[in-house]
């Protein structure tokens, strides 16, 4: 084991997982459409309008390894011929909305457990994710009382670098002042998670597969230096420091 005493996490598929509730789901949805003033079905609004402009969008993003700030996001890519100012004005809603369309997300089963006590075991903890919307994540963070426990939160809707560009993570170190070559990155993506700490000198990456996962073809540069397949299992890894 390498001398750690910081632990980024990534969040989608890794620290929070999607919980399919179709009735969930079809409200934001049908949210989506209210706030654009759509008057067709909102679930074939979606599936025809939103979600193939989305794909382009995510095409260009990881292009570029760049988030669009949340209007620029509706004006440009996904709502683009809907009234302007009006697009606007409801760009936060319909981003949080559109987050909401792929299910609930909720921490992972022993998720906080785990991160609770890798904090009183000594560790500094840090979030580094990519997503788009900017309300999300603080709010979930005060409303599971979680924030406490993270030194730092990254998300690409702030910084506008996604993974793999090492940027997101310098920001991560630079706020935690952490050293880079004694912290670990715990993610599910390899190509984008564990590609991009490697490529920022973090010392240790930790890709995670939970059941249903099925990883990419594994590389020199997308190998991590373990695969976990329950959180929990960070608590076998790290044990309390001195």
Known sequence: MKDINTIFIDLGDTFRVIRKDEAYIRQARTEIAELLGVTTDPMDFYHEVIEPRYDKYREWALRFYCEAPVKELWTRWLAYDFDRERVEANADALTYAYRRTKGERVVTEGGADTVKELNARGYTLAIVSDLVGTREVDEWLDRDGLRPYFKS????????????????????????????????????NLNRDIVGAKAAGLGMTIGVQYPGKVLPEINEENKPDMIIHHFAELLDIFQPRR
């Open 153 to 188: 939160v990254q998300q690409s809707s702030i910084c506008l670098i996604r993974k793999p560009h090492p940027a997101i993570y310098y920001y991560a170190l630079e706020e935690t002042g952490a050293d880079a070559g004694k912290t670990c990155f715990v993610g599910d």
